[in-house]
């Protein structure tokens, strides 16, 4: 069994700053990546950003230049550190893990920018 779980959620003026962080915890043989998704009532869920087990990371090119995301592999926690905020950004954020062959979702929280 695998947990995720996500924090650091909230309310944001345009231009301001967020961190959100996932903590997985359980059966972690091998988390091979792990990343944020976001969802929005209507459009489907697109991938934020990705970081490997070895560091390469990936961003949705809405978000290049703005978002940066992390790891701490001892921690089994990964970050998503988002500046420069836009309305567009506003979404429902979810974390999720690539362990073995299987995807794990955290239940997500949510980023609203608005002033």
């Known amino acids: 069994q695998v947990q995720l779980v996500e924090s650091g959620g909230g309310l944001v003026q345009p231009g301001g700053s967020l961190r959100l962080s996932c903590t997985a915890s359980g059966s972690l043989f091998s988390i091979n990546a792990m990343g944020w998704y976001r969802q929005t009532p209507d459009k489907q869920r697109e991938l934020v950003a990705v970081?490997?087990?070895?560091?390469?990371?990936d961003y949705a090119n809405s978000v290049k230049g703005r978002f940066t995301i992390s790891r701490d592999n001892a921690k089994n926690t990964v970050y998503l550190q988002m500046n420069s905020l836009k309305p567009e950004d506003t979404a429902v954020y979810y974390c999720?893990?690539?362990?073995?062959?299987?995807?794990?979702w955290g239940k997500g929280t949510l980023v609203t920018v608005s002033s």
């Open positions: 999720n893990a690539l362990i073995g062959h299987m995807d794990y």
């Open positions: 970081i490997t087990n070895g560091g390469s990371t």
